[in-house]
């Protein structure tokens, strides 16, 4: 069964500071990997998609690295905003098309 | 072009009730999903399809029924509801295995009284 774990579970961090996300999963046979945001009381809004053959990618601020074959990947925001407070979803699709998601890393950048 | 749409976006049953939430995708996806959302827990899959009348179980599928009859919708029943199932549900879609990105609707907030 794979399992995907991210850490930490919340942090707060000063505006402008770099936030690093970390996301791990028990099994390196994976398609892809998918960063979400997720605002509170709304739906998954998809930041990057990484497929199992990359080492990055990139949008904006936000770049993903992953490493399949150690079975972890870290979502980098650069120099942080207010707006940037969200809760972030990282999962793995593998399998028969499962998804397999961890618990989110929930985000407060402090003004 | 409207991506995932589900119906309803917030509902409230009484135990027992029945009620089917409904999901459609406009981008001719072969998969879709349902997974729901729990505090502390996760998102976690309840049933998914990789094609019109193909449906398989996922993580937590009882209590749930679904259909595949056309490659666009994708509803899920509830037969008789119970205070465990309320959660937020959401519906995903997505191509077939070529590694491209999940598309998930604006989720449907069930209470369960």
Redesign the interface.
């Known amino acids: 069964k794979q399992e995907v774990t991210q850490i930490p579970a919340a942090l707060s961090v000063p505006e402008g500071e770099n936030l690093v996300l970390n996301c791990s999963f028990t099994d390196s046979a994976i ?2 990997l ?1 960063w ?1 945001r997720q605002d509170p ?4 809004t ?1 930041l990057l ?1 990484i ?2 053959s990359q080492r990055e990618q990139t949008s904006g601020r936000l770049n993903a690295s992953l490493d399949k074959s150690s079975g972890r990947s870290t979502l980098y925001i650069a120099a942080s905003q207010p707006g940037d407070s969200a809760t972030y ?1 990282c ?1 793995v ?1 593998y399998g ?9 890393n929930q985000v407060v950048v402090i003004p | 072009n409207a991506g995932v749409t589900q119906t309803p976006k917030f509902q409230v049953l009484k135990t027992g009730q029945s009620m089917t939430l409904q999901c459609a995708q406009d981008m001719n996806h072969e998969y879709m999903s349902w997974y729901r959302q729990d505090p502390g827990m996760g998102l976690r899959l309840i049933h998914y399809s990789v094609g019109a009348g193909i449906t398989d179980q996922g993580e937590v599928p009882n209590g749930y029924n679904v259909s595949r009859s056309t490659t666009e919708d994708f509803p899920l029943r509830l037969l008789s509801a119970a205070p465990s199932q309320t959660s937020v549900y959401f519906c995903a879609s997505n191509r077939a295995r070529t590694s491209t990105e999940a598309f998930f609707g604006q989720g449907t907030r069930l209470t369960v009284v």
Do not use: T
């Not at chain 1, 009381?41 to 998954?44: D, E, I, R, S, T």
């Open positions: 398609y892809n998918q979400f009381g709304k739906g998954l998809s998609l497929q199992s979803l999962a699709l028969n098309n499962r998804l397999a998601f961890g618990k989110g």
